[in-house]
T-cell receptor
């Protein structure tokens, strides 16, 4: 099956700085890559996703990039705010039927 | 929002006991999933179901069983709980736009 690796496991940034989280996947057939944010004590929630026919997607302060050749995708958060502090998970899917998740990145935004 | 509801929210049980975690959804999705979350290990798939008659093992199904009682209900059972099954368990439903997770069940096996 698919194997998704995520780095770093923890990330600490100063408020206003940018944060980048990277994921790699193993199966070139994967074609859908969502990102989930999990705030402390809460459920993971979808924040942005990208499909394999697109190289980049933006939504306000967050963006995701995809490099199909290298089989990696990244989450970029600009102008970080304390409320961005959370655990972020990347995932990969071939058919939308089953998602393979990375191990998570704990982002801490220091005021 | 209560579109995917898990019960109980927290549970402490003893080693060797049978326990059932329940999940119900109002999303109308056919696909339902059970994941386990452990620190540093992300979300690992236990079982999944694409309709009432379809049940599939995930990455870590040993020691677990499931029942899909209806399109809206998907239960996870631990037949004989052991301490290394202490974890946060999430139910999720899915469609072609991603997953909706429940609020989770924190299970502690002592």
């Amino acid at each position: 099956g698919e194997n998704v690796e995520q780095h770093p496991s923890t990330l600490s940034v100063q408020e206003g700085d940018s944060a980048v989280i990277k994921c790699t996947y193993s199966d070139s057939a994967s074609n859908y890559f969502p990102w989930y944010k999990q705030e402390l004590g809460k459920r993971p929630q979808l924040i942005i996703d990208i499909r394999s026919n697109v190289g980049e997607k933006k939504d306000q302060r967050i963006a995701v990039t995809l490099n199909k050749t290298a089989k990696h995708f990244s989450l970029h958060i600009t102008e970080t705010q304390p409320e961005d502090s959370a655990v972020y998970f990347c995932a990969a899917s071939m058919t939308f039927n089953k998602f393979y998740f990375g191990s998570g990145t704990k982002l801490n935004v220091k005021p | 929002d209560a579109d995917v509801t898990q019960t109980p929210r927290n549970r402490i049980t003893k080693t060797g006991k049978r326990i059932m975690l329940e999940c119900s959804q109002t999303k109308g999705h056919d696909r339902m999933y059970w994941y386990r979350q452990d620190p540093g290990l992300g979300l690992r798939l236990i079982y999944y179901s694409f309709d009432v008659k379809d049940i599939n093992k995930g990455e870590i199904s040993d020691g677990y069983s499931v029942s899909r009682q209806a399109q809206a209900k998907f239960s996870l059972s631990l037949e004989s709980a052991i301490p290394n099954q202490t974890a946060l368990y999430f139910c999720a439903t899915g469609d072609n736009y991603g997953y909706t997770f429940g609020s989770g069940t924190r299970l502690t096996v002592v």
